[in-house]
């Protein structure tokens, strides 16, 4: 019943977690156990890599001489549909809030995960306020 699913980290193209079935914790990377109640048969979990962009960095200083070669490259946190973190890289502008959808590309050597936005149907969405949206969300003032 819990078919081990592979992942990105050994190839195949798909973002795997696990989850409890006893205690309903949901992690990312492989574990034997669940970290938070120790139920020794954790289930795999497939991941559609939908999500909203939780964090976004730009990463000017590689940490090494592969990831050097494409700096400046950008780096996101998406929080995903099922309520799991994922790092993942990501198109420079990357913005926090914004809907994105999981491919995998080869960078550096490496099958990563990388995150591009979802184009959104314009119009009135419940994104909440966005001071930094610049324009089109704010009304200018009248004077
Ligand atoms: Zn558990």
Redesign the pocket.
């Known amino acids: 019943m819990s078919a081990d699913l592979d992942d990105w980290t050994v190839g195949a193209p798909r973002l795997v977690a696990q989850r ?1 079935e ?2 309903a ?1 949901r992690w990312l990377f492989r574990r034997d156990f ?1 970290p ?4 020794q048969s954790p289930q795999a979990l497939a991941l559609t890599g939908v999500g909203i962009v939780h964090a976004a960095t730009v990463v000017h200083r590689a940490p090494d001489d592969e990831f050097r070669a494409i700096a400046p490259y950008a780096l996101v946190l998406v929080e995903l549909e099922e309520a799991v973190r994922v790092m993942g890289h990501a198109p420079l502008g990357a913005a926090i809030g914004v809907r994105v959808e999981v491919t995998f590309v080869e960078i550096a050597g490496r099958l990563l995960p990388y995150f591009c936005p979802i184009p959104t149907v314009t119009g009135r969405s419940d994104r909440g306020d966005r001071g930094d949206q610049g324009g089109a969300w704010t009304s200018p003032s009248s004077k």
Request: hydrophobic share 20%; glycine share 12%.
């Open positions: 409890c006893a205690c914790a669940c938070h109640c120790g139920c």
